[in-house]
């Protein structure tokens, strides 16, 4: 480089800097408002608009739906224009603003609406974001940045919580979730106004009827990846089952939290941090287990782990069994984090990878739509079934989920590494043995 060079270099780095920094404002403000809110809504839901099982499904499923259906035509839709910045300022202000409505909320149904509309806004930003990720970094740096960007986040989040449980005095009282939702939109709105301050390559964005009609049609068609993959269909199928016996209790957790343990707003917003928090301290030391005996043990332990959760929910009588609960499957949930993406990039062709993630996603989120459904309209009836007894009527929900988990699991043990790893996790954890006693004998040799 001359001495002519350096003016531009430095230049390119400070705005660099800069553009990283008004990301990092914007995860900051976004999951701050995200963590205000979103715990609260199913709570505004139970006790102030009276929402019975089946409504607390259809909420749970919306929230589901759009975030991975919608993900593959969003992501094409800003690759077609070849813009960032709009797409994620428009829906960050459109859906945070929803949260103003949502607490002038009458009935559960309309709450309901509300939040299947801002899912579906909300949703352009999942893609985007990423790809702006993509488009600011370079491959030596993108891991750190992205790392970062994940510890601001969570970190806001878990703040968010905090804060919301705080001040919702009264859960009972819609009047009282007023502070923590518009302090939520306006943290949200603001926070995606800023990225207005990135200076985005100027690009028309135009696209002809015609090539928007047949782009739409494509970004729903990915049978053929299915087909052609053997491991990824496997993988696919498993998850799908698994995930959809999970979802069918996400609509009664907050039954379980009201009706039987008797939570608070402050208590559900401990959950809500436990359960966010939690992975975050394995995160780092499975992501370094993985490189070494590759995805599938992890997989198969997370699936295994996540037998326990219906069954300690379903004999729960006190509201720190959820708290452990949660730290507990920390560890799990950690290795789902990152096994299940590590393994759809060892089978996905060079070419296909983000095409695979996208197909993954979006038959995760249909699962888990009907999932919920289904599980709010068994809740109906086994609580009329056992005459409004809410813990065999939530027990039941959550015997068949805990069974269905257990056998899918056993299915998973079918899924065989496509690439192989240098050690398995018998041979690490023999040599761990053996580490820890020569260290218990070192201080006496």
Not at 78 to 86: A, K, N, Q, T, Y
Not at 98 to 127: C, D, E, K, N, R
Not at 234 to 252: K, R
Not at 334 to 348: G, K, L
Request: charged share 15%; net charge positive; aromatic share 14%.
């Amino acid at each position: 480089m001359t001495s002519g060079d350096a003016p531009t270099d430095k230049k390119s780095q400070h705005a660099r800097a800069e553009i990283l920094s008004h990301m990092y404002a914007n995860q900051a403000g976004v999951n701050l408002g995200r963590g205000l809110a979103d715990p609260y809504v199913p709570l505004l839901a139970v006790n102030a608009l009276r929402a019975n099982a089946a409504e607390l499904g259809w909420l749970q499923a919306f929230i589901n739906l759009f975030p991975a259906v919608m993900q593959v035509p969003w992501g094409k839709m800003s690759d077609l224009f070849h813009r960032r910045i709009p797409f994620l300022v428009v829906g960050g202000v459109l859906s945070f603003a929803l949260y103003f409505f949502m607490v002038g909320s009458i009935t559960s149904w309309q709450l309901i609406m509300f939040v299947a509309v801002q899912m579906f806004i909300g949703s352009m930003m999942i893609p985007t974001w990423s790809a702006l990720v993509g488009d600011v970094t370079t491959v030596r740096n993108r891991g750190s940045v992205m790392s970062r960007f994940f510890v601001v986040a969570t970190l806001a989040y878990i703040i968010g919580n905090a804060m919301g449980g705080l001040l919702i005095f009264n859960s009972e009282d819609a009047k009282d979730y007023a502070v923590p939702f518009f302090l939520a939109g306006i943290c949200g709105i603001t926070s995606s106004i800023l990225l207005y301050e990135i200076a985005e390559q100027k690009r028309r964005m135009y696209a002809s009827p015609k090539t928007l009609f047949k782009f739409s049609l494509k970004s729903f068609i990915f049978i053929s990846d299915l087909k052609e993959n053997k491991s990824f269909r496997n993988l696919v199928v498993l998850n799908t089952t698994f995930n959809f016996l999970m979802s069918i209790i996400w609509p009664i957790l907050y039954l379980t939290y009201e009706k039987v343990l008797h939570a608070s707003a402050w208590e559900i917003g401990i959950i809500a941090i436990t359960g966010t928090g939690s992975p975050l301290l394995f995160q780092l030391k499975v992501g370094k287990l993985l490189d070494v005996i590759g995805p599938i043990p992890q997989i198969l332990i997370s699936r295994f782990a996540f037998i326990f959760y219906p069954i300690v929910l379903a004999l729960a009588t006190q509201v720190w069994h959820v708290y452990l609960l949660n730290i507990a499957l920390g560890f799990g949930t950690a290795m789902a984090n990152v096994a299940f993406f590590s393994f759809i990039m060892d089978v996905a062709p060079e070419e296909k990878k983000g095409e695979y993630f996208a197909v993954y996603n979006t038959l995760i989120g249909l699962a888990t739509f009907v999932g919920c459904i289904v599980g709010g309209y068994l809740t109906s009836f086994f609580l009329k079934y056992y005459h409004d007894n809410w813990v065999y009527g939530l027990g039941a929900v959550y015997a068949i989920s805990a069974f269905g988990r257990a056998a899918c699991s056993i299915w998973f043990i079918k899924l065989k590494d496509p690439v192989k790893y240098p050690e398995t996790l018998t041979s690490v954890m023999r040599s761990g043995w053996r580490r820890w006693r020569s260290n218990l004998r070192a201080p006496f040799q």
